[in-house]
């Protein structure tokens, strides 16, 4: 059998912690456009060398401050963009695309991160074209009164990602009441079980910022 070694991500000292005293910190959920700081300095773009661009997956990444501080691991960061896209991009079969961002949105809300639902929520809004209902859902919380198909995948999501054993069988028995099919009820946990992570990695990494006023 073939041993492994964990990579080991660049070096990250007490002096890499960054302050930011003056944001312009958003407090409501939007779905505007924001921005986003690290708390941790992301590796410049000149010290990226070919692994760190392969763990990008796409390599106009390399600007933007949270995936340059991902790509302090990048074997990880590897993983989870490509585990993101098919969750989210590999629509052939299963879910429409709106309700994979639902479901993120709804599990974004659920776990108070600004800047994740800001973007899953644009995203369900397009792929829908319903952004009002999309609008409540981040102004009144996941309780807004929604369609009862919608209403499904909202509950489940966040009964995921408020702990997993939360997610029973009741939840399964209205996706499929609402004539979601097996592999769509799988990506429906799939966007949620997700952003149950990727909300809580987003946290503890940073915060969100308002975009400068035209």
């Not at 073939?2 to 302050?19: H, K, R």
């Not at 003056?22 to 779905?31: E, N």
């Not at 961002?101 to 995203?123: D, K, M, P, Q, Y």
Request: a negative charge; one cysteine or more.
């Amino acid at each position: 059998m073939t041993s492994t070694t964990p990579s080991t991500p660049a070096s990250v000292t007490a002096e890499s912690v960054l302050e930011h005293s003056d944001l312009d910190r958003p407090v409501t959920f939007t779905q505007a456009e924001l921005g986003w700081v690290p708390w941790l300095e992301p590796l410049p773009e000149s010290e990226f060398e070919e692994r760190h661009r392969s763990g990008l997956v796409d390599a106009s990444r390399a600007k933007s401050p949270y995936f340059a501080l991902l790509a302090r691991d990048p074997e990880i960061l590897g993983a989870r963009t490509r585990t993101d896209k098919d969750i989210f991009y590999n629509t052939k079969e299963g879910l429409p695309r709106a309700e994979r961002e639902l479901a993120a949105t709804a599990t974004s809300r659920h776990n108070g991160c600004i800047f994740c639902a800001s973007v899953h929520s644009r995203f369900a809004s397009h792929h829908s074209k319903r952004g009002d209902d999309v609008q409540r859902l981040l102004d009144e919380g996941t309780d807004a009164a929604l369609d009862p198909r919608w209403r499904a995948i909202v509950d489940a999501s966040v009964a995921l990602a408020s702990t997993p054993v939360a997610l029973d069988a009741g939840h399964i028995a209205e996706l499929r009441a609402q004539g979601l099919d097996a592999l769509e009820i799988a990506d429906v946990i799939h966007g949620a079980a997700f952003f149950s992570w990727a909300n809580r990695l987003m946290l503890s990494l940073g915060e969100p910022e308002a975009p400068a006023a035209p």
